[in-house]
């Protein structure tokens, strides 16, 4: 079922492609909003939305925000989301924030994570404030009507109430290990 707007996300402690081991509660000490996004290598929709998170990332990094992406889908099944094609993946399109691996899948399946790119937005206190999409134009960015992730981020860092607090995310189905 995963986590439900307003309760504590789960923390986590998994490794990241810097090569560092990467703990939500640290970042939760820096930031005062944290965007956790479930993605992966090989997902069109994930490729899709490559510049419109980094330039998300961009646009509030300087206020007290950061995305981290993880990456929990199956490497056996998908070879294409291993740690090693994460790294290149990073590389290759110039992420600007952390890209995490969650070999257990225990973190997707305790934030609840459904699809790729699937987006939890979290307060200072880690307190899940939206679930869902990055906006309702997945095909095509110059289409965009409503930025769900970039108006719901706007609203925590002024302190103000997130409507909508959830939406259906867009995307892959998260690869699961059988």
């Excluded at 703990?23 to 090989?42: D, I, K, Q, S």
């Excluded at 993946?89 to 994570?113: C, H, I, K, M």
Aim: charged content about 20%.
């Amino acid at each position: 079922m995963g986590t439900l707007i307003g309760g504590y996300a789960p923390d986590f402690e998994i490794p990241g492609i810097d090569g560092s081991v990467h703990h939500l509660a640290r970042y939760l000490e820096r930031f005062r909003a944290v965007g956790v996004v479930f993605m992966c290598n090989h997902c069109p929709y994930v490729r899709l939305y490559l510049d419109r998170l980094k330039q998300i990332q961009a646009e509030f990094q300087d206020q007290g925000f950061t995305l981290i992406g993880i990456n929990s889908n199956d490497a056996t099944q998908f070879p294409d989301d291993s740690y090693e094609n994460m790294k290149r993946f990073a590389s290759d399109n110039q992420l600007n924030f952390p890209y995490l691996r969650d070999e257990t899948q225990d973190v997707a399946q305790t934030f609840g994570a459904k699809k790729t790119p699937h987006v939890f937005l979290l307060n200072r206190e880690g307190v899940l404030c939206y679930s869902g999409c990055i906006d309702d134009s997945p095909n095509d960015a110059g289409m965009v009507q409503v930025n769900y992730l970039r108006e719901a981020i706007a609203k925590i860092l002024n302190g103000e109430s997130i409507t909508p607090t959830s939406t259906d995310p867009v995307g892959c189905s998260v690869k699961w290990r059988m």
